[in-house]
């Protein structure tokens, strides 16, 4: 059976490539676009609950809009749902993304001016000129050490991981106003360059596995069932979590002996990136 989360197929439209493996009225390649909003909630139905988040300057395709709702499948990662056709805009090809926790986005090149949008960690934007202390978007200014071209990927995930020590948990999200734990991973392998699925199941597949006995070490991910976190150290788990409703740091230790007693069983995998 296909995973429907990476299935662009809904029984009335499906991707081209899909022809002859998948039932449908009509198979289109997808129109590409690109979200408009600091944060588009990706739901599993028209309508439904939450399964992941895009984040502003995304890529989609969108193969149908229906009664105000897209069918897309996210480019960062081929996770497929439903948006607000509302919060898609034009296929612009982005140059930086957002390298700090978060940051604004301004009318004018004036700090003193008003802001239009917040953007996230990870937001993408496409850089039309440099000024002085503000780079110029085609909606707006974002100031120049908010920012990083998509050509200087950041090295160290954990690093990344540790940018979002503090923001909330939310489940489904992905970004600084709310994560979760598979967001939490992602967004730090997403910011290195490297390639990582949107749910914790999924990326039990990455990197390679950890010989039993032999020490965790910065950058290594370690799986419960329906959970994720990442190593700062060989002892410091860092994860986003609904016990601390956070991102938080915890020995590993503990936070194994916590999970057991809450009865969601043992460590399922370690790997590797």
């Known amino acids: 059976m296909s995973d429907r989360r990476l299935t662009p197929a809904n029984g009335r ?28 909630d990706l739901d599993g139905s028209p309508g439904g609950t939450r399964d992941r988040q895009l984040l502003w300057g995304e890529g989609v395709l969108v193969y149908e809009v229906r009664d105000g709702m ?34 604004h986005l301004y009318r004018d090149d004036d700090m003193k001016s008003p802001d239009l949008h917040h953007l996230s960690f990870g937001a993408l934007v496409m ?15 974002i100031p120049k050490p908010h920012l990083r071209p998509l050509d200087r990927p950041f090295t160290d995930p954990a690093a990344v991981a540790q940018l979002h020590f503090g923001v909330p948990y939310l489940w489904g999200g992905n970004s600084v106003l709310g994560i979760d734990c598979s967001g939490l991973a992602q ?10 699925p949107g749910d914790s199941d999924l990326q039990r597949a990455l990197g390679s596995e950890i010989p039993e006995g032999e020490p965790l070490r910065r950058g290594d991910l370690v799986f419960w069932k329906g959970h994720v976190g990442m190593m700062v150290d060989e002892g410091t788990l860092i994860h986003a979590n609904a016990h601390h409703m956070a991102v938080a740091y915890e020995p590993l230790d503990r936070a194994i002996a916590r999970i057991t007693a809450q009865g969601e069983g043992a460590v399922l995998a370690r790997r590797r990136l």
Not at 13 to 25: I, N, Y
């Open 13 to 40: 439209v499906a991707a081209e490539r899909l022809r002859g493996h998948v039932k449908a009225q009509r198979f289109v390649a997808g129109e590409a676009r690109r979200v408009a909003v600091p944060v588009a």
């Open 127 to 141: 850089v039309e000129a440099e000024g002085r202390k503000f780079w110029e978007t085609p909606e707006g200014y």
């Open 70 to 103: 897209a069918f897309v499948e996210a480019g960062r990662d081929g996770y497929v749902g439903y948006v607000s056709a509302v919060s898609l805009g034009p296929d612009r090809a982005p140059t930086h993304r957002v390298a700090v926790p978060a940051t």
């Open 187 to 196: 967004a730090a392998c997403l910011a290195c360059g490297i390639a990582c």
